[in-house]
């Protein structure tokens, strides 16, 4: 599985980015997908989380209810909205994927992973 994040930016303090990462899978729904950070000199984190059924979400307690994530199955593509971005939020984000499992939390469960896309947020 090939995955591209884009829609990373800069932006001011209070503003909002989506980012978007598409997969080469034909079989995307059997993915369970995941966006985690990394900011300079801190290991990556764990930001959300959909199941591969789409059902379930999850998130860090540090962007809940700022951020959403989402998939469309039919475009091959799952989505970060990231709404009253604070400079703490700065970091490069990647996407990742494991086959029909459950989220988790570590990098380390995930087989795939995209390339990272930069956001940084002004105060």
């Known amino acids: 599985v090939q995955l591209q994040a884009s829609g990373g930016g800069l932006v001011q303090a209070g503003g909002s980015l989506r980012l978007s990462c598409a997969a080469s899978?034909?079989?995307?729904?059997?993915?369970?997908l995941g966006w985690f950070r990394q900011a300079p000199g801190k290991e990556r984190e764990f930001v959300a989380g959909?199941?591969?059924?789409?059902?379930?979400?999850y998130y860090a307690n540090s962007v809940r209810v700022r951020f959403t994530i989402s998939r469309d199955n039919a475009k091959n593509t799952v989505y970060l909205q990231m709404n009253s971005l604070k400079p703490e939020d700065t970091a490069v984000y990647y996407c990742a994927a494991r086959f029909r499992d459950r989220v988790v939390f570590t990098t380390t469960r995930y087989d795939y992973w995209g390339q990272g896309t930069q956001v940084t947020v002004s105060s």
């Open positions: 899978e034909r079989t995307f729904s059997n993915y369970t």
């Open positions: 959909i199941s591969w059924g789409g059902s379930s979400t």
